[in-house]
């Protein structure tokens, strides 16, 4: 795929907006070859940095979008923006859209049972033309990798969204994506947490001032250890102003 990026640390962060974003996928879908999609954030990045393999994994996935803040506020620091941001929340709304008037099937997979159910229902209930085909929860070991994967193949979905913790949701979408067999697979992190109601979603005001990682932190104040790469990923990248797209 011929996709305008902008390199951060290395990796290949597209510069489409949302509407070129849900319209590629489309062409994605059409062409049937298994894709691998990532909503990049600076948490992603400076784990890619310390972790060899998470950085290769990176590198090769076919699409890596926007999906943080910090990801858009670096590419216009080093004079090379990307269109918008494409938050993976709202994307993964757009193609609901879409694939209403497309006929295509959908898979859910990830969070605990209770939420992922949560999830679907609130998927039919806002685009009820849409064809789920498979809501799994993500609590499964790698000795059942093989059941999971056998269930989602006979589904046959268009889409497959993974919502699983941050050191499985992508390497597990790597290393199982031809396996898989399925168009566009997208890994959509705590999406199914806010489509369910278990937590909310920032209020645009927080969006706008690029601080709804602080308004999850407020929803789940043990994820501050994490959240601490995110000043770290600024920081890093004010001093390393000219490294930054050549690393």
């Not at 929340?89 to 879409?98: C, P």
């Not at 070991?141 to 499985?168: H, M, N, T, Y």
């Amino acid at each position: 795929m011929n996709i305008p990026t902008v390199t951060i640390y290395g990796i290949p962060v597209s510069k489409l907006n949302m509407k070129q974003t849900v319209d590629l996928v489309a062409q994605i879908i059409e062409n049937r070859k298994p894709t691998q999609i990532i909503t990049g954030n600076p948490i992603m990045v400076m784990t890619a940095l310390e972790n060899p393999s998470y950085m290769a994994m990176m590198r090769q996935a076919d699409l890596v979008v926007p999906d943080g803040a910090g990801l858009v506020w670096a590419s216009r620091f080093i004079g090379n923006p990307v269109a918008e941001r494409v938050a993976g929340y709202d994307l993964l709304h757009e193609l609901m859209k879409v694939g209403e008037q497309r006929d295509w099937k959908v898979f859910l997979l990830g969070a605990s049972p209770e939420v992922i159910v949560a999830a679907g229902e609130k998927l039919r209930s806002m685009y009820p033309g849409i064809r789920l085909v498979g809501c799994k929860d993500g609590y499964f070991s790698e000795e059942q990798d093989e059941e999971v994967i056998a269930e989602i193949r006979e589904a046959a979905p268009d889409l497959l969204f993974v919502g699983r913790s941050a050191d499985k949701q992508e390497p597990w979408i790597a290393k199982y994506k031809n396996r898989l067999g399925v168009p566009v697979v997208m890994g959509v992190g705590g999406s199914f947490d806010v489509l369910s109601g278990k937590l909310k979603r920032a209020p645009v005001l927080f969006q706008r001032l690029h601080l709804e990682w602080f308004f999850r932190l407020l929803q789940e104040p043990w994820r501050y250890k994490r959240m601490l790469a995110l000043p770290k990923f600024v920081m890093k990248v004010i001093r390393e102003k000219d490294k930054v797209s050549k690393a």
